[in-house]
């Protein structure tokens, strides 16, 4: 009786040590992203409020985003009429310099 015990405590001991302790890619992104949560999560705490502040993050990142990509858009526009201009003022000077 007492080596059942001692092997289902072993046994116990083995599935709780290959569930915890096989390191997954997923969890290796989540390390690299935030230390603090990937050791949270495998110790199993699930976060019990800011739904409403990570869900307002989660819209003002995505507006930020969205101003990013517009004043990238404004500054490749605002480059081709730079170099347009320049052209023309090229243009203009060897018209006027073979007159």
Known sequence: MSYYLAVSSTKTFM????????VRAS?????????????LRREGVTPTRGG???????RWHEQHGRSVERARRLRRVSA??????????VVLFLLWWRG
């Not at 969890?27 to 050791?39: H, Q």
């Open 80 to 89: 081709l009429c730079i170099y347009t201009a320049l052209a023309v003022a």
């Open 15 to 22: 599935e709780k040590r290959e569930r915890r302790d096989f």
């Open 52 to 58: 409403e502040a990570r869900a307002a993050g989660t």
């Open 27 to 39: 969890g290796m992104s989540e390390y690299t992203f935030c230390a603090r949560a990937w050791w």
